[in-house]
Nanobody, 117 residues
Framework: VQLVESGGGLVQAGGSLRLSCAASGSVSRFNAMGWYRQGLGTKRESVAVITPGGRKQYADSVEGRFTISRDNAKNTVYLEMDSLKPEDTDVYYC????????????WGQGTQVTVSS
């Protein structure tokens, strides 16, 4: 499984960014997909997950500001990030779950998101 991310960058606080992650290989609509993020010296934390059934889970810190979605025909997961804050600055990693579980099995290379104050 290969995951290719795009859409990171530099944005001012209050702005928006949309991340995309296209998966190829042994992945299908029966896999959970989602996003984690990690800063320097910190633990990788879950940001948003979308299950094969379309159920969405968000970290408390992004609830109401971020929206996860997926296009099963393209095996692509998206993360729409609105009302960005400086504390959202991190490297964002997409993942494909192990089977239908939300446990990450494969990771993307990461894309940097920087929010200036």
């Amino acid at each position: 499984v290969q995951l290719v991310e795009s859409g990171g960058g530099l944005v001012q606080a209050g702005g928006s960014l949309r991340l995309s992650c296209a998966a190829s290989g042994s992945v299908s609509r029966f896999n959970a997909m989602g996003w984690y993020r990690q800063g320097l010296g910190t633990k990788r934390e879950s940001v948003a997950v979308i299950t094969p059934g379309g159920r969405k889970q968000y970290a408390d810190s992004v609830e109401g500001r971020f929206t996860i979605s997926r296009d099963n025909a393209k095996n692509t997961v998206y993360l729409e990030m609105d009302s960005l804050k400086p504390e959202d600055t991190d490297v964002y990693y997409c993942f494909v779950g192990v089977g239908s579980s939300t446990r990450p099995g494969y990771w993307g290379q990461g894309t940097q998101v920087t929010v200036s104050s």
